[in-house]
């Protein structure tokens, strides 16, 4: 049956019968682990045998492992399986000649394709179904750490991060507390400290914190910001405080304008700024729009800058931004999720410049720093102000009267209660690579951005929509042949902007490279090309054009 | 030096002189993964030695494993060790002999201890010094799956979904598309419809979200009920809202006071509602609060029921408050974040009983299912509410021109934009479990509680704060010899609330076993001990309670 595919199909039935014995024996000894080599010694198998000796998953099942069975031989060995498995999938990962994904569905999926199924009504599964589970878990699903996947933001399978990501999860545990997470509560401290020092605030002082994502960590900044010019929004909330207004780059991400929602503030409170023709906001229109916003008696807050946009990789100008925050006294917020990565690039950090101005930064390393996910860090000059805008003093979480120093606990300074640990992966990987690795990072993914951006202005059919990125986003159209002629007009426009979505499900369906599409503004569909990888090398950025090109260029649409 | 522990250190000199030219040698070729066996063949080293091979992991480093080396078989041994490492730490962690924690304070982690350093002005370590962080990381950290850890309402580790974990951070994607997450987003849809069935709603029809956290899932349902009785909110905010109150229990989490905050609500506008000597929501007083509410020109939007409460594990009795949100149109939100659990019984889901008439329900499985952290899922009766609260329609992110069902794209049900994967953790211990295997865990965590109760009614000096809990809470003082004989007035209780804490410090420097403790009302500091972890057996229990006894039993206190 397809889904009980053997996992220990050389052995003939009376080995495994064998073991299977041997396992139950064994498995009702109490006490500390038995390693393989005393099962040998009490054990038929011969020396030879002795490499593959493996267990009948097939008739193990949860009752066998940990805390069922007091031996964890079973449960070791189960690790041992699981991590073959994983390894493959690493191994798979990095190799240029697999494939990123085999699509399929939802439906498809749904119904259960090709023996793997979710349904979740069949009772209790095997060891060995469960090891199949996982493998066609990960065979299902899309390689975002393949040298030809370019879709996202975050890429790359960083294995440091990886390896410490395994960790975390292994010591499942929950930062609220110094009490049950001391380790890493002290290594936040340390790697949100070294953050600020490289932002340049003075010997790193402020405060911050990890939360689930860029878009959380902006709401928190929208949030202080809010609650120091609603002094009574805790106790009374928005309906007595004043009008506040925010204003916000027109091309920043869209979690910049949620918080307008979620904080009771009004989408019209949002006042989106103009930028320029890279996609940069235009400093004179934010003063321009402050000023119009006080003579309609609202009440300026908070302007966020964005460092690096999603689609363009644009970096707002933030020193002349902070001198019209400051000449306001408005709160200056630089979402550099995106762009953060640069701060660590000698050579590229000017992209940033004025940063150090900001009261509050989003930075996300699971993004340009290739950490795995998630991992996304506030950056707060001030201090207390988070702890301040969320503290409900819960007498039965956070007691004041512990033997250890308090301030430690971290549990009211979010909306959380529990939170993950994400700084693990960024810590470990720090210790592997130093400052110096992370601007190898930077520096190895900018410059095959540039390289792609060169190879595009050599090719026919490819336009870009800008000479010149700033970052590592490569935005461009693809034209088949018949459409080169054409002229730049609505009728043309109208037909380019069916050809990115045609391409992309043709390269979902072969699965041999992903790169993301998008409109903006008044141009139609074009592709959106982000290295973050540094798995990238010249000969992917090449394979992507190409079958950009394979793809699309016998590509024919009815009018 | 005590930083360098060898990780070979059964080997001679000349013989990892040896592998290290070997791993040099091989890490150069190009291509496909190479297996040991292969490096065997090409080596010296006889067949005796050939299980010993190692890697001199001391003069590796990260640029000798994946993307840096073409070969995988440097990354393959590194990961071979951390799982020595963490097969390790899973049977400490089932062993009764081994410590819970070896505490230590903040300022020793951050000064650096016994060789362990947190520094990350070091430059890159070699990938021998990274795997001894990796170990002494788990080494100071507590060690919370283990069967005497009491303290938290997650406990335990689940061997299954930290296979789980491991897989989904080897996968490292991002729910919020189909596209590049499709057989976790599947999976959800799948798990989240049986969590609904498991509720009471017809088919499994509704709506739901797995979210970081019980906090999280429970601003959610605050936020759907304000956007219904707010219809212009999302565009006006706040202030040109109605004057909406929300109820809540006085015994409640304060995650769900907390959205009066973040969401602008303002905490004045949370009426707390009276609970009886068990702790549980009285349905007449929030009639009463509901009804002066209206009187003073207030508009009741919300209710909040509680399946268990965080100290005493008291259920609201839901079916009569729902009654009430009937007749007054309020939104009924249940969070069973704790207590969710116990529907998978049938012994003990009438503690429920009414749950199907809830609007919306926070249900952590990282609580009384034992699955690792974060696993915490909202569900929602009505469809589509969720979506219509957090859309923002970022056309560069969630295209409606794609090539397969986009309405399976999560992104704008959330907060957030990226999220992690939380559920194939419930899916696969689902697949090994069924709900029989949940059902039995539930079963077995409420019996040792019993027990637990029951053992400290025998003993003398030991004071239940509740004869009966309603869950796995067992509330308790402990109270010295000398202490026994005191009148029970506001003296005893002075001295009575110094005790707990004491016993905790010692017993975190013991690193023996670990409980919590808190003030309640009027109720001076008492333990709390709760059983969620399915480890825990009789033999755990007495030791807890020998052990407050040991630490107590001679402690002085200066008056």
Not at 238 to 252: L, N, R
Not at 507 to 519: A, F, K, L, N
């Amino acid at each position: 049956m397809s889904r009980n595919r053997a996992f220990s199909q050389d052995c003939t039935p009376a080995v495994i019968q064998n073991r299977k014995m041997l396992s139950r024996k064994f498995s009702d000894v109490i006490g500390d682990r038995l390693n393989i080599e005393n099962i040998i010694e009490h054990s038929p198998i011969t020396a030879k045998e002795k490499k593959k000796v493996e267990y009948d998953f097939g008739k193990l099942s949860v009752e066998d492992i940990y805390p069922k069975s007091k031996s964890g031989i079973i449960t070791e060995e189960f690790m041992n399986e699981l991590l073959k498995i994983l390894v493959q999938y690493v191994h798979k990962t990095f190799d240029r000649k697999s494939k990123i994904l085999d699509f399929h569905h939802p439906h498809q999926f749904l119904d259960g394709i090709e023996g793997f199924s979710l349904d979740l009504d069949v009772g209790p599964q095997s060891l060995e179904q469960l090891l199949v589970d996982c493998r066609d878990t990960l065979k299902y699903g899309v390689k975002t750490g393949h040298p030809r996947f370019f879709n996202q933001l975050s890429s790359g399978l960083d294995v440091i991060s990886l390896a410490a990501e395994w960790v975390t999860s292994t010591a499942n545990t929950n930062m609220f507390t110094f009490e049950i997470a001391p380790v890493f509560v002290c290594m936040e401290t340390i790697v949100l400290r070294k953050m600020r020092q490289i932002i340049g605030w003075e010997d790193g002082e402020g405060d911050g914190i990890f939360s689930p994502g860029g878009s959380i960590n902006n709401m928190y900044a929208a949030m202080i910001a809010r609650n120091l010019s609603c002094p009574d929004v805790k106790k009374l909330g928005m309906k007595h405080s004043p009008d506040i207004v925010m204003f916000v780059s027109k091309h920043a991400h869209y979690s910049n304008s949620r918080p307008a929602i979620t904080l009771g503030i009004g989408t019209d409170n949002v006042i989106l700024v103009d930028v320029d023709n890279r996609g940069r906001m235009k400093p004179c229109d934010l003063e321009k729009k402050i000023q119009t916003a006080l003579l309609n008696g609202k009440q300026p807050f908070y302007v966020c800058a964005t460092a690096a946009t999603t689609v363009l990789g644009a970096f707002d100008p933030i020193t002349p931004i902070s001198a019209i925050c400051k000449k306001y006294g408005l709160w200056l917020h630089v979402d550099a999720a995106w762009g953060g990565g640069a701060l660590m690039s000698r050579k590229h950090r000017f992209l940033l410049r004025g940063i150090d101005r900001a009261d509050s930064v989003t930075w996300n390393p699971h993004k340009m720093m290739g950490i795995t996910l998630q991992c996304s860090a506030l950056l707060i000059k001030h201090k207390n102000l988070l702890e301040e805008c969320n503290k409900m003093e819960a007498s039965y979480l956070f007691q004041q009267d512990k033997h250890y120093d308090v301030s430690y606990d971290t549990g009211d300074k979010t909306i959380q209660c529990g939170r993950h640990v994400d700084v693990f992966k960024l810590w470990l990987s720090w210790r592997a690579k130093g400052d110096e690795g992370f601007e190898k990072h930077v520096d190895k993914c900018i410059e095959m951005s540039t390289y792609m951006t060169n190879r595009i202005k050599s090719l026919e059919g490819f336009e870009l929509v800008m000479d010149k990125p700033q970052y590592t986003n490569v935005c461009f159209w693809y034209l088949p042949p018949w459409m080169r002629t054409m002229q730049k007009d609505s009728t043309r426009d109208q037909l380019l902007g069916k050809i990115a979505p045609i391409i992309k499900a043709r390269m979902m369906e072969c699965g041999s490279t992903m790169i993301g599409y998008q409109p903006l503004d008044d141009k139609v569909n074009f592709f959106r090309c982000v290295i973050s990888n540094h798995a990238v090398e010249k000969c992917d950025v090449d394979f992507l054009l190409d079958e950009i090109q394979r793809l699309g260029e016998n590509l024919k649409l009815v009018q």
